[in-house]
């Protein structure tokens, strides 16, 4: 069966730390992968794309490494703010479909 | 970057009543528009497709009747919930993606069934 899955439910850091979230699924071929962010009671943000043939894609403090053979994707945040405390979802891009991980809630500890 | 709206944002009805949810895209055409289900705590649930100018495409075990879906326009399309019930209560989301792939979403709808 198709299934995506994200890394624990929830992920405390501390302040200026690192945080890196996964996303692996199985049984899909993603065109694109992508990750949101995600605030309660509201609908999600829009933050990054990778494609299938990209290994790499930075923006400012965040990182997202994609790897097709591992069906994994991974997601960093640097110099952690707890301004960046949210709801992280990745989600897989078919070209037909779009569908959603189950969501990482983290919460940097100042 | 680009701006999708819904209303409203909250609604509160009774069960068995209808009740429209607007999607619309600010200033950017979608022809293709997506529309969730997220429940509390849990992931977005991709409910249907919503394709301009034709019939929407319903995931497994949506009640296409029960969920109305119409894409009026590039820039509109609207989910009516018809005879709802409390088990209807949940926060719709709805998407259009860009022409670079990109899904901007909308702030949501909170529907409480009561």
């Known amino acids: 069966s198709q299934k995506i899955e994200q890394n624990s439910e929830a992920l405390n850091i501390q302040e200026g730390k690192t945080a890196t979230l996964t996303c692996n699924y199985t049984?899909?071929?993603?065109?694109?992968l992508q990750w949101y962010r995600q605030d309660p009671g509201r609908g999600p943000v829009f933050l990054l794309l990778i494609r299938e043939n990209e290994k790499e894609k930075r923006k400012e403090r965040l990182k997202v490494t994609f790897d097709t053979t591992l069906k994994q994707s991974l997601f960093h945040i640097t110099a952690s703010q707890p301004a960046d405390s949210a709801t992280y979802l990745c989600a897989l891009d078919t070209r037909n479909q779009f569908y959603f991980g189950t969501g990482t809630s983290l919460t940097v500890i100042p | 970057g680009a701006v999708v709206s819904q209303h409203p944002s909250r609604v509160i009805c009774k069960s068995g009543t209808s009740v429209k949810i607007e999607c619309r895209s600010l200033d950017f055409q979608a022809t293709t528009m997506f529309w969730y289900r997220q429940f509390p705590k849990q992931s977005l649930m991709l409910m249907a497709t919503?394709?301009?100018?034709?019939?929407?495409?319903?995931e497994q075990g949506v009640e296409k009747d029960k969920f109305l879906i119409n894409h009026a326009s590039l820039t509109l399309s609207t989910l009516t919930v018809t005879s709802a019930h409390p088990e209807d209560s949940s926060f719709y989301i709805c998407?259009?993606?860009?022409?670079?792939?990109?899904?901007?979403f909308g702030p949501g709808t909170r529907l409480t069934v009561t």
């Open positions: 049984n899909y071929s993603p065109a694109y």
């Open positions: 919503s394709n301009e100018g034709s019939k929407a495409t319903y």
């Open positions: 998407s259009a993606p860009t022409g670079w792939n990109e899904q901007y």
